[in-house]
């Protein structure tokens, strides 16, 4: 929850853009009292997306607490938002449900890409292969190391699974032509 100190950082920072009421020193001091005992119970991330609201809203008066609470309140139930992995970083379960159709489609071929060069190295390890007579693939297929048939049958889910969301997206634009 806010401190104090960061809830009167936060204020004063929007009273620089919209006029505050005119008061005395003690009357502030009481003001602000007010306003942190209003907000005290909000994340300051929230205070400030509030704040940020407010000051992109065209308004040039300081906002009265009845004003301001439900723009707190509103930043407060907002989701936090969806960042996108780093490319070619781990992503979690999470991270990948938030992802739009079109994102997990790139995941699974970048994991399918991922997949494949694990694979290649397999091969390009190959003392046959070093030595610059790799064998052929027939002869690689009955003799293939289990890595290698693991990570190519990755390949082949991630590939499938880009495929199956593809189609979906195709179909879901068609609809929405139609």
């Known amino acids: 929850m806010a401190s104090t100190d960061e809830i009167i950082d936060t204020l004063d920072a ?4 919209c006029r505050p009421p005119v008061m005395s020193t003690d009357a502030k001091a009481m003001w602000l009292r007010d306003w942190c005992g209003d907000l005290q119970s909000f994340p300051i991330e929230s205070i ?8 992109q809203s065209g308004q040039t008066k300081f906002p009265t607490p009845g004003q301001f609470l439900p723009l707190v309140r509103a930043a407060d139930r907002a989701p936090a938002p969806v ?5 070619w970083g781990p992503i979690t379960d999470e991270a990948y449900q938030a992802l739009s159709l079109t994102d997990k489609i790139w995941t699974h071929q970048k ?9 290649a190295q397999l091969w390009r ?5 070093r030595a610059g007579n ?18 190519r049958q990755r390949e082949a889910n991630h590939l499938a699974e880009a495929k199956r969301l593809l189609v979906g997206l195709k179909q879901s634009k068609e609809r929405g032509a139609a």
Do not use: C, I, Q, Y
């Not at 929007?14 to 853009?17: C, E, I, K, P, V």
């Open 14 to 17: 929007l009273a620089t853009h």
């Open 48 to 55: 400030r997306g509030a704040a940020g609201v407010w000051r």
């Open 83 to 87: 960042t996108r992995p780093e490319p």
């Open 111 to 119: 994991l399918a890409h991922e997949a494949n060069m694990k694979a």
């Open 125 to 129: 390890a190959l003392p046959e292969t």
């Open 134 to 151: 790799p064998p052929s693939w027939v002869k690689f297929e009955t003799t293939e190391p289990s890595d290698w048939k693991a990570w």
